[in-house]
């Protein structure tokens, strides 16, 4: 399997539950990054690791925790969310920090509803 | 503070017709990406653009930048209906390792 994976693809959750978001990247990339992309706002970045280091935190409420065991593997731990967490939360990698030239890589998305 | 912004925000379009969607940039950058996003799919990296005058053109695309004017343009040339789908410029800081979005154009080209 290659690229950047995603699971779920989609998720319901009340107000009160613990779940967890699931990234997953088979390129050998060094960086892997957690953005949110809600209706009608520019993506917004939450965190970014860096070789299973934790670089930025973009003052992202503490109800969103990630985790990064190793340069393949990310994780966001979701819990007591809010209705307005309700977005499509996007996975993404990188060679490393710099971009330089290539960007990202995304994965599909999670789609979370919080009812 | 960057700021990215895209006009327009909404474009619906006839096949066969060439149209422009824009992406300005409020400070100095000379690396900008465009990403192409389907309805509920993830973000498809287009093009690279890493200096002034960079042009790059895949099939009906053509991305460029010209970082003096602090502007990036994607022109679409006869549209089909394939490229109906939402673009997004980004503009890397290359001071620290995140990209600026813009809020993305959603484009519908109808038959």
């Known amino acids: 399997e290659t690229g950047v994976t995603q699971t779920p693809r989609h998720l319901v959750m009340g107000m009160t539950n613990k779940k967890s978001l699931k990234c997953e990247q088979h390129l050998g990339h060094n960086a892997m990054y957690w953005y949110k992309q809600s209706a009608k706002k520019p993506l917004e970045l939450m965190f970014v690791y860096s070789l299973e280091e934790r670089v930025e935190n973009n003052s992202v409420p503490s109800r969103f925790s990630p985790e990064c065991p190793n340069s393949s593997h990310l994780f966001l731990h979701l819990h007591t969310l809010q209705p307005e967490d309700s977005a499509l939360y996007l996975c993404?990698?990188?060679?490393?920090?710099?971009?330089w030239g290539y960007g990202y890589t995304f994965g599909s998305g999670t789609r979370l509803t919080v009812v | 503070e960057l700021k990215v912004e895209q006009n327009p925000l909404f474009l619906s379009m006839q096949e066969g017709k060439n149209y422009t969607i824009y992406c300005n940039y409020s400070t100095t950058s000379d690396r900008l990406y465009w990403y192409r996003q389907d309805p509920g799919k993830s973000l498809e990296s287009l093009f690279v653009l890493l200096s002034n005058g960079a042009v790059k053109q895949e099939g009906r695309l053509m991305a460029s930048l010209d970082t003096k004017a602090r502007l990036s343009t994607l022109h679409i040339t006869a549209a089909v209906h394939d490229l109906s789908a939402t673009y997004f410029c980004a503009v890397d800081m290359r001071s620290n390792y995140q990209l600026i979005w813009g809020a993305g154009t959603k484009l519908i080209i109808k038959p």
């Open positions: 993404a990698s990188s060679q490393d920090l710099s971009l």
